[in-house]
């Protein structure tokens, strides 16, 4: 007889090979036609819903692993909550709009946008836009990603157009909304304002130089010894906007000098001459008094090279921790330059046009490029004597998002939505309190950038987008921009879409025989801006939450990276708390960049990009999904061939340890198998479905909590440890060697069962793939046809006492001890494999009471030939071994003398005394009785 043939052998047809790459489409198709979305919906239609919004990504290309990551957490998200039985539409969106959007489409098609038809290029936009759309839509759905695919929501969507306006028109009712000429930053490449959100910073080469602004006035009151001419002391590292000085600000506290060189004065703040003359090298000088800031104040200075004065002010905003406490101010080109030439009636000078190229009041510097402009400044202030000292330096520096170039600051005409308007800001502070930030240091981040964001600047200047619904009289130039004007292109913009506002003349859009309310006159042009793309986006929480009866407002979770603080989350939280005086979220989640394996940004120009449709093809998008989950997301994330490969072999090993459960359950009929009797199960099985009730807690608190990495942790270990090396390891003779139907074999696989049901189901949020293919290939009739469908896991029904969790915390650490003894031993070359070996435990009470009667139990666990428990009163033999853990315990291991069985493998005492089966044991010999027997 071949002993073979008798055995219990792993029958299963899920592979050990993943071949996801061809597999994952397969499930994927299967989910599109079994309509498992759907299907899942309509059985939790009615629950509590649990709603997360999603954020919209631009449809300007291919998705990049950033993208991919931020939808994989979604939908683990997502996954969990419909299996613990929330009702979770997953609603996709998309930004259609915007420069990103214009941009690509202008370069795709080699557009210029100053010589096409704007119709025409919203139409190209729209078109760019949806094709780039539907690609990404298929790498997200290649991902695995569920959803409503069929029905996303689009920022081009007539409704979503209108929901815009609607938000704009409660906006301008509350007195939230003004336009005013005021510096805002500025990209001259996209020829457009920018929002906060749209800056990055990064490292750049600036002048650096010291002016010298004559003095006009006198200050003998102050210097009476000064007999030098005198100088204000400016330092700049923007050259070209000197055409738009018309003051200089000092720190109204500050004490500043009179310092002089022998040939000329220098007025500069005390607290920064050391480094002032560190830098210009000035060596000897003499210092002919100080004087406070505030007491210089309306003091005249001549511009260096126009016919103009600059004025001495002070202001608050003065420091102390670089260049020269005179601080060169021109309202037109910044920020605090404006609101300091508001305060004190000053001009306000723009000398560059919308390309970043000098005006005519710019005057001799009329048509360089501001950075050309830089260089012929200098060059002037050399041969004026002006320029006390030129050397140059690299800072950090503001850019824009899109075209990668530097800013500029500049004073526009703009739209924006006040933020310290009947506490806007104050309340919008109080509602990010009430919000739950994952993690907690989100609170803080988002509190202070809205502590002190600037009014928000709403209009750009393009193409692509949803115009500002606004109206000039061609008269008197009066703004029309009143409630129920705007509620007319609301409800026009729902009906045709905003492409009716660039097809249509005002006066088609306006009622008929509308009048100026300024001169009464009956001609009016469009406002030619649009809405910045982060306030379209900013109101997806009504145009898609509070529009869709089958989500709800506020959403339950946001999600996305952390640059999202001065984003999304802060330009979503503005209009809801003007609008309804609520955040649109209940509780907002941010994770890190994926950055390459070194741990740089992943850029085009350093060649460093991973393209995870390159991941999905080589490696299967259960293994980026793996991934993602077993990382601390709210890092920064390395990834790599190396990480790859590491997650790739991690995931074989989980997907063995399901293909060996799977495999020995070929012949286990749940509805009848399952209803073993409790008092069936060993103590090692009763051990293991209670750690699969722990790890079932665990996996369940770190769903809850958002901490992925901890479910692959805790997941992944269960795995390879609990199950793989320890479990698994010791069932396989009961599984293989007992008789199929033997109550020992069928309880050891009523313990597989209940534990692989519960491991499905935990795994499948995370490893979405594997585990429906692990679904298809159970050998028994399924409740659900997709595992998508089945509920979160109860409790498997097991009584473990406490002092049995006591008696297996020391068996577990005596295993690991007894390991060690045995690896020693094998490198002794004494036996070769533990099932070789004999061993002697001499324990003292209580321990030995605790284990005297377990030593069957023991030499399975212990996977030796055989386990001897004495009390030390019997004597120590020598050679006995005392671990530094358990001194109490001494061990003393042989190799056996018994004989081994031909069939399952183990040494025994003595073998069967049956002649046909003289080889085997007399457990053995009896399964083979009765094998011969039904045969």
Avoid at 268 to 276: H, K, P, R, T, V
Avoid at 572 to 592: C, D, E, F
Wanted: aromatic letters at 12%; a neutral charge.
């Amino acid at each position: 007889m071949n002993y073979r043939d008798t055995l219990n052998l792993p029958k299963t047809n899920f592979p050990m090979k993943a071949n996801l790459k061809e597999k994952e489409p397969e499930i994927l198709k299967f989910w599109e036609d079994k309509e498992i979305y759907q299907k899942l919906n309509k059985l939790l239609k009615g629950k509590s819903k649990y709603i997360l919004h999603d954020g919209p990504p631009y449809s300007n290309g291919p998705i990049h692993l950033g993208q991919s990551l931020n939808k994989i957490l979604k939908d683990i998200v997502v996954k969990y909550k419909t299996s613990c039985g929330f009702y979770s539409p997953f609603i996709p969106g998309w930004d259609t709009h915007g420069l990103p959007n214009e941009k690509a489409t202008l370069e795709t098609y080699k557009i210029n946008r100053k010589e096409i038809n704007p119709v025409e290029l919203r139409e190209r936009c729209k078109t760019s836009a949806l094709h780039f759309l539907e690609i990404q839509k298929s790498q997200f759905k290649r991902l695995g990603i569920r959803g409503d695919w069929e029905h996303p929501y689009l920022t081009l969507n007539f409704l979503y157009e209108s929901t815009i306006i609607k938000i704009f028109k409660e906006l301008v009712k509350e007195g939230y909304i003004y336009k005013r000429l005021k510096p805002v930053y500025w990209c001259s490449t996209c020829e457009t304002a920018l929002a906060e959100a749209e800056i990055e910073y990064k490292e750049k080469e600036s002048p650096s130089i010291f002016v010298k602004f004559p003095l006009k006035d006198s200050l003998e009151e102050f210097f009476p010894k000064n007999n030098h001419k005198t100088y204000v002391l400016i330092w700049t590292t923007t050259p070209w906007t000197l055409p738009g000085n018309v003051a200089i600000a000092l720190n109204p506290e500050a004490y500043y000098l009179l310092v002089n060189d022998g040939q000329e004065s220098y007025i500069l703040a005390e607290e920064l001459l050391y480094l002032i003359a560190n830098e210009i090298k000035l060596k000897n000088y003499e210092i002919l008094g100080k004087v406070k800031g505030k007491d210089l104040k309306g003091k005249i200075c001549k511009h260096p090279f126009f016919e103009r004065d600059s004025i001495l002010i002070t202001e608050e905003y003065v420091t102390l921790d670089q260049g020269t406490g005179c601080v060169h101010t021109a309202p037109g080109l910044g920020a605090e330059d404006y609101e300091a030439a508001l305060k004190y009636s000053l001009p306000v000078i723009v000398p560059v046009n919308n390309q970043g190229i000098l005006n005519e009041e710019a005057g001799i510097f009329k048509n360089l490029f501001y950075k050309e402009a830089n260089l012929k400044i200098i060059e002037h202030l050399k041969e004026s004597n002006l320029l006390l000292y030129n050397s140059s330096i690299t800072h950090s520096y503001p850019h824009c998002w899109r075209c990668r170039d530097p800013i500029i600051f500049r004073a526009t005409k703009q739209w924006f939505v006040a933020m310290d308007i009947k506490k806007l800001r104050e309340n919008s502070l109080e509602q990010i309190k009430k919000v739950k930030w994952i993690p907690d240091w989100g609170e803080e981040r988002i509190y202070n950038m809205l502590q002190a964001r600037p009014d928000w600047c709403i209009s750009r200047q393009r193409v692509w987008g949803v115009p500002i619904p606004v109206f000039y009289c061609k008269n008197c130039g009066e703004i029309i921009c009143a409630p129920d004007i705007i509620k007319i292109v609301e409800d026009l913009f729902l009906k045709e879409g905003a492409d009716v506002w660039f097809k249509k003349e005002a006066k088609e859009i306006l009622p008929l025989n509308f009048n100026c309310p300024k001169c009464q006159k009956q001609e009016f042009e469009k406002e030619n801006n649009i809405f910045d793309v982060w306030f379209e986006s900013g109101v997806s929480h009504e145009a898609v939450c509070a529009n869709n009866p089958e989500l709800n407002w506020p959403a339950d979770l946001y999600l996305e990276g952390s640059d999202q603080h001065r984003g999304w989350f802060q330009l979503s939280l503005i209009p809801a708390v003007a609008v309804r005086n609520k955040a649109p979220y209940r509780a907002v989640l941010t994770h890190g960049w994926v950055l390459d394996e070194q741990g740089i940004s992943m850029h085009k120009s350093l060649g460093n990009v991973i393209d995870p449709n390159e991941i999905i093809k080589e490696y299967g998008g259960d293994i980026l999904r793996l991934f993602f989950s077993s990382v601390d997301y709210t890092a920064d994330i390395k990834i790599g061939k190396n990480t790859l490969k590491q997650i790739s072999e991690n995931y074989r090993k989980i997907r063995n340890t399901f293909r060996f459960i799977l495999g020995n359950l070929y012949d286990f009929n749940p509805s009848r198998d399952k209803t073993a009797l409790l008092e069936d199960l060993s103590e090692l099985d009763l051990f293991i479905l209670q750690e699969t009730n722990q790890l079932l807690k665990k996996v369940k608190k770190a769903y809850d909590s958002f901490q992925f990495h901890l479910v692959y942790t805790y997941l992944h270990n269960f795995c390879v440890q609990d199950l793989s090396s320890f479990y698994l390891d010791i069932i396989k003779d009961t599984l293989y060697t007992y008789s199929a139907n033997s109550k020992e074999r069928k309880a050891v696989q009523k313990t597989l069962y209940e534990m692989l049901n519960a491991l499905i189901i935990m795994f499948s949020p995370i490893l979405s793939f594997t585990m429906e293919e692990i679904w298809q290939n159970l050998p028994w009739d399924k409740p659900e046809e997709s595992i998508q469908l089945m509920p979160w896991p109860s409790l498997i029904k097991v009584e473990f006492p406490s002092e049995l969790e006591e008696k297996w915390d020391i068996i577990l650490s005596l295993r690991s001890e007894i390991f060690n003894c045995l690896e020693k031993q094998r490198i002794d070359k004494i036996i070769h494999k533990g099932a070789e070996a004999e061993v002697e435990l001499y324990l003292e009470p209580p321990l030995y009471n605790t284990l005297r009667n377990d030593e069957e139990l023991l030499r399975r666990i212990f996977l030796v030939s055989s386990v001897s428990i004495f009390h030390p009163e019997v004597g120590l033999p020598e050679g006995i071994v005392s671990p530094k853990n358990f001194p109490k315990i001494r061990i003393f291991i042989r190799k056996t003398k018994n004989q081994k069985c031909q069939r399952c493998w183990n040494y025994v005492k003595e073998l069967s005394r049956d002649p046909e089966f003289a080889d085997v044991c007399p457990h053995c010999g009896n399964v083979l009785e009765d094998f011969k027997a039904k045969k």
